[in-house]
Each structure stands twice: as C-alpha cells, then as structure tokens.
C-alpha cells in the first residue's frame, strides 16, 4: 500500500485496500490468503465468473497463436467471428455490423462519431443520472459531477440532458402509473425548449442507469421515448455496457423493454476482464463513416475477441435462466431486508442486477450516502465485497459474478445483513 500511494496517482481511486493473488468464481483471495466472496464482479465485468476454465483456455491458446497484427494491418479471424456473433443476438432482425474497441468509453465516444456521421447532425441527448465513461464526450454525456466532472471541464459542446424515468426520485413529482409517463412525453417539450428536435443526432441511453443508481425506468419507458426519435429522424444508442451480457437475466436489457436500439454498445463482461468493447448497429448507419475514419491500434484485439466468443458460449440459455432465478433470489431477500431496516427506502433493479436505495428517513427520503459508505467498509472488512452507486453514493449494489453457488450467496447475505443491523 505505501508503495502504491508512492507510485500512483491518488485519481484512480480504490474501494478496499486488498491486493489480490488470485480469483476464481465468486471468490476473490488476498495476498495474506484472506477469502472475499465478490458481490461486485470487478464492476460488472465477470458476469461469467473470474476465471471462467473456457475463457481462460480461449486466451491461452489465442496467445499462442498470435497476441496482436492490428486489425487494420494484418486481418484475424476472432474480431469477424465475434462481429458475427454479436450482430446475430443483439435485439433487431436486421443486417447489423459490428466494431470493437478497448473500454466502454470508447465505444461510446465511436457511437457518438458514427450516428454523428451518419445523421449529419451534431446533437446528443443524454440523461440525468446517466454515466457513459471518462474520456471527454463520455464523460461530458455523464451527468453526476462528484466525482466524474469536477475540475475537468470545459466539456464537449452539444450535448443536452433530459430528466430520466427515476421514479423513486420523480423529476416531476408525479407517481407511476398515474403519471402516464409524463416522463417520456417530456421529450416533445424538451425539443421546444432546449434543442431542436432536428439538430439532434442521437439519445444516448442505458436501460438500467448503473452508476446513476441502479434506476429501471417503467417497461413502457423507452417504446415511448424510441417511438418519439422515430418520428424526428434521432438514433437510438442503447448502452448496454453495464446492464448486458446476461446481467439482468436477459442476454441484453433492451429484451426486458421490447425496445430495439439503432445501435447498442457492449462492454465489461463481454470479454470477461479484457480490455474490449463493442459498437453493434443497424448495418446502413455503420458503415456511413469513410475508410479510415474510425479504428485504434489495439481496438479489437484478438485475445480479448476469443475471451469475448467464449463469453457468448457459456452465457448459454441454462446460465441466463441462473441469472433470472438469482434475481428472484437476490430480490426475495432484499424486500425482506426492506421490511426490517427502516434505513432501506427502496429496493429495484432488473434480475439480478438490483440495488437498495438507503436513507436517513423514508418519508423525507434523506440520503444516506456516509451510512452506505460505512456499509462497504463493514462488508468488506467482513470478507464481502460490494460496491455502492447513485448521484448520493448511497444505493448498495449487487454486480455478482452469475456462477455464484448459493452456499457462496448465503454467506455474502449473511454477512450483509449483520452489517446492515451494524448500522442500522
Ligand atoms: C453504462 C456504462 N457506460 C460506459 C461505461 C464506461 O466503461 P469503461 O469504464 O469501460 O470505459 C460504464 C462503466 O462503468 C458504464 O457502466
């Protein structure tokens, strides 16, 4: 640790102070050999289990072979067939293509270039809540200042922000069903008052906010706010960085939704921890850009696309039905902990991914963002590790590898509740 605050800057933060020798499943050990059952899945990249035996043998034998030509140099076989893959189960029976990067950001900031491109518009409509990534146009698509924008402006022009369906929180003080989605009606208003409808190229979207809280807008959400870009000519950019790849018991979210994106971004677990990260659309938008005009010298490498095709196979339908019975589990128990500690004012998430929003006070709904802070601290003190998120830092969240045994489940919950009683 001393050497670590010697050599590194304090910007890339940490969580825990543990250092880890090895991980496996659910399970993450120390360099001391101290065991952590791992709520947090490296935020939502090892939805297939640290370690998983078919990607491990899927890199070995890839680094055998070659590690790196450049795509755009010498051409290889895993960036086409992941490509393949992807275009095959991303939601739309349509022709697709498909092009990879290094980091979720990254393929947020090629979305944004391509519907720019392809649209000739410049516009982007982002929410509030929203996180899409660090680099400059995703980190200026991301909404919450603490930590993400502070100090680092200025940021990307024409980028506007709408209201998101957060019902706990409404932005309109209305109440869901009664409020007719006023929410997504606001959208017409929103092309009057802040930019017009046919200056806008795309709505940038994630179908449940991650790092915004774990907020799961109401199932007719995102029919209502894709039928409204339809009518006005505006993409569709699903991101599905955190909430896809089987986390939300569904290969992609948008299924919960039966919603089909222009063009949808994948990221974290896609490739099981290596670096990658995709951009799937409709095939007549992606290939708009010029020769030449989008690329990186790593972007698709091919040791992180044959981590990526074994991702895809062992997310078979046996491991998404896993996924939906671990939501159900996961959900049982958190409406359960909500009944017996005051300090839980809401529980929501989609499957298995899915939060509890804390507060001071159910009525005034007061975050308790330092409590959750403790929480973490406690837990993993304990030999759990969980991450929290939401613009108060204060909805616990659960990003569980899917392969977690259930002995691995009622050990993590057990050590949950006892903190949560700690605090409470
Ligand atoms: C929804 C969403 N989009 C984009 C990103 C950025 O991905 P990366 O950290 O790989 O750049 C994240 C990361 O948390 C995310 O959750």
């Known amino acids: 640790m001393a050497l670590r605050e010697e050599n590194v800057p304090r910007g890339p933060f940490n969580i825990t102070p543990i250092f880890v020798k090895r991980a496996k499943g659910a399970i993450i050990e120390d360099v001391e050999g101290k065991q952590y059952i ?53 939601p739309g029976d349509f022709p697709k293509k498909t092009m990879f990067v290094n980091s979720g950001a990254e393929a947020v900031e090629n979305a944004v270039k391509i519907a720019r491109y392809a649209t000739k518009r410049q516009a982007i409509i982002a929410f509030e809540n929203a996180f899409h990534g660090r680099t400059y146009m995703a980190m200026t ?63 940038i979207v994630e179908p449940v906010q991650g790092e915004g ?3 799961v807008p109401p199932p007719e959400y995102f029919k209502k706010i894709k039928s409204i870009c339809e009518k006005h000519g505006i993409l569709f950019i699903m991101d599905e960085i955190q909430a896809g790849m089987g986390r939300t018991g569904k290969l992609f979210a948008s299924e919960h939704f039966d919603v089909i994106p222009d063009i949808i ?99 005034s709904k007061e975050p308790a963002g330092d409590e959750a802070g403790d929480l973490v601290k406690r837990c993993y003190g304990r030999g759990l590790i969980i991450l929290r998120c939401g613009p108060y830092h204060n909805v616990m969240r659960i990003l569980v590898p899917l392969v977690i045994t259930d002995d691995q489940l009622e050990r993590g919950f057990g050590i949950l509740e006892d903190m949560l009683k700690e605090i409470a």
Not at 66 to 74: G, K, N, P, R, W
Not at 157 to 182: H, T, W
Not at 316 to 340: C, H, Y
């Open 265 to 363: 971004i994948t990221g974290k677990s896609i490739a099981a921890g290596l670096p990658l990260a995709g951009i799937t659309g409709r095939a007549e938008i992606m290939d708009k850009p010029h020769v030449g005009g989008l690329g990186g010298t790593y972007s698709g490498n091919p040791i992180a696309c044959k981590a990526g095709l074994a991702v895809l196979d062992t997310l078979n339908a046996q491991m998404l039905e896993r996924s939906s019975q671990l939501g159900e589990k996961l959900r049982d128990r958190f409406v359960d902990l909500q009944r017996r500690y005051e300090i839980i004012g809401d529980v929501r998430g989609l499957g298995p991914m899915i939060g509890m929003e804390l507060v001071r006070d159910r009525q």
């Open 38 to 90: 791992d709520f947090a899945g490296g935020i939502g990249v090892e939805n297939v289990g640290h370690c998983a035996e078919q990607v491990v043998s899927a890199i070995q034998q890839q680094a055998e072979q070659y590690i790196h030509t450049c795509f755009h140099i010498v051409m290889y076989e895993p960036y086409i067939e992941l490509a393949k893959r992807l275009n095959e189960v991303t």
């Open 141 to 203: 698509l991301t909404s919450q200042s603490q930590p993400y924008k502070i100090g680092f402006g200025p940021f990307c022009p024409e980028v506007y922000r709408m209201p998101y369906a957060y019902c706990y929180r409404c932005p309109f003080g209305l109440k869901y069903p009664d409020c007719k989605l006023r929410c997504a009606d606001y959208l017409e208003d929103f092309f009057i008052g802040h930019v017009a409808a046919d200056s806008v190229a795309a709505i």
């Open 213 to 215: 809280g774990f907020i």
